[in-house]
């Protein structure tokens, strides 16, 4: 018992911290990658903390799952920029004549001399 007030002690300390930080990054704010391998460490940490009843095991778990919500949140990411890519391709395909980009050409003048 003692060691699940432990465990869940620490849950709570760990969804506090992440609270107080995630407040203060609202300028910049926390990419996809960041957010996943939080999320992924935190989980981690528990599954491991609560597989092995060691804290060496919640690390290793922490370790595992930061990294897997890493990966996740790169793709998570490059899924959002493909999406919006696609949709500003279809919205030019779809106004032909409205595109922002000039292209300036300039006329040389050649003189030859005999």
């Known amino acids: 018992m003692k060691k699940l007030m432990i465990y869940m002690s620490l849950i709570m300390g760990l969804t506090l911290s992440i609270n107080a930080n995630a407040g203060a990054q609202t300028k910049k704010g926390i990419s996809k990658q960041g957010k996943g391998a939080i999320i992924g460490g935190a989980g981690g940490a528990i599954v491991g903390g609560l597989a092995t009843h060691s804290a060496g095991g919640a690390l290793i778990g922490g370790a595992i799952g930061a990294g897997g919500g890493y990966i996740i949140g ?38 030859t001399y005999h």
């Not at 391709?89 to 050409?105: D, E, L, V």
């Open 74 to 111: 790169n793709e998570a990411r490059r899924r959002e920029e493909k999406r919006k890519r696609a949709a500003r391709i279809a919205w030019r395909r779809a106004h032909p004549n409205h595109h922002y980009t000039t292209t300036k050409t300039t006329v040389t003048k050649t003189t």
